[in-house]
């Protein structure tokens, strides 16, 4: 069975930790990360960039907002990973879902692939 | 726990800025900051993190406050901990108070008090450093390289300047909000370029870099719609994330052209990047959204023979319209000497050579082109002018590298 496992904290506070408690931390992940990669059961690990970075589209007004999305009363549903050469052209993916799809919102972020698992 | 400490740190900036409009008072409001500190260091690791903590330690350094006076009056006794830190129910109620535009605000106030025009340029970054981001004295002295007295007195000097100029505690209309985060953008930029230039040497200085980020992300949470602060965050990251490539092993300055991009950080870099694409959507452009771009051109190329000159000389042309100075010509004249050769570069700089004539860089570049040129006589001349003009070993060394090839040619 495959799983994600959403990773949730405080992003101001983890920005505020010094650089050894940065290194530590990863340290101490990364024994983790290396047991279940050699068990061939960690797949790609992926950080999302910090949520400045977010821009989110408003499917029923085709509205784009900057910053993520911020409403309690959706449910995150899934995720696509799209390789695209700027945030227009992922605008234009996502509106093409939206198509598809109506309701709800697309939040776009950067991501980079820290790890690309076994 | 160092979980304590990080959400200590993320949570000053917030809660000084509320007890600074408590209490109306600097010293009065940090006091009280630091005594909440002390008490969520006690309650936390019992009680685990509050919701808010941010919240809990502008709730608790104002009751601390308040009962510090009342004690210095009445001798009375102080609450004990447990009572202060069962907030569980009190808190909901603070959250609710101290919405987004409360913080904003008073965040803003924090900020905008360290530029105060009268204080010069480093006793602002050092005001900020103090207040702000909470770094002792004796880093900030250290970063400096002056003595701890020395730098607390400049430090006390400061406050005691920016209180007697009256704070500005009512809320901003939206012209002057414009202004305080136009000068607070600034300040931030000033602080960062105080790291930039360290050297390598420096390494608490260096670390002026990594706090101005904080407060430029710090900023942009409070207004995600400001594309400026946007710029200006991406311009920082982009820079900062060449640190390690800018400096060899002995300490001197690599030029962009020679570093080695893979020392690069990509985190930073894909940051900068995503940011400055979506500033530049806003269509409201600005000095730090452009420069952010500049910076954003050089990262896209892997090695330096990839740069785009063109656009980037084209984003100088637009950094002229926004800011025009001399400085940033002579820059364009660098793009320009790539895409259309030295001598179209000269001729862009020499009306400069009255106003830039005490300028190390100035001369500096124009021996380069008229190196380029071969126009060896002259180059050597204004080659020999940057040594007398350079500011710091490095740079000198790097212009007697020029003269050194020039003697070579011969």
Known sequence: MLYTVLCYNDEASVFAWSKEEDDAVMARLNVVHEKWEARGKLKPSIRLLPTSAATTLRKKDDTVLDGPYAETKEQLLGFYVIDVDSLEEGLEFARELTKANPGGAYELRPIMIYNPGS | MAWIDGALISARPQAVAALLRYFRDLDLAEEAY??????????WPKNGPPRDPAAWLIMVGRNAAIDVTRRRAKQTELPNEDQISDLSDVEADVVQKLDESDYRDDVLRLLFICCHPDLPQIQQIALALRIVSGLSVKQIARAFLVGESAMEQRITRAKGKVSGAG????????VERAERLAAVAAMIYLVFNEGYSAGADNEERMAFCDEA???ARLLLRMYPAEPEITGLLALMLLQHSRAAARYGKSGEAVLLEDQDRSLWKKAPMQEGLALIEKAMRSRRSGPYQIQAAIAGVHAHANVASETDWVEIETLYQ???RHTPSPVVTLNRSVALSKTQGAE?????????????????????VRGSYLKELGRTKEAREAFSRAIALANTPAEAAHIRQHLDSLS???
């Open chain 2, 408 to 410: 070579a040619q011969k």
């Open chain 2, 344 to 364: 179209a570069a000269l001729n862009l700089i020499d009306p400069l050579a009255d106003r830039l004539d005490g300028y190390f860089y100035f001369h500096g």
């Open chain 2, 318 to 320: 637009a950094l002229e």
């Open chain 2, 167 to 174: 704070v500005p505690f009512e809320a901003p209309d939206a």
């Open chain 2, 34 to 43: 630091q005594d909440a500190c002390l008490r969520a260091l006690k309650a």
């Open chain 2, 213 to 215: 980020i904080r407060l």
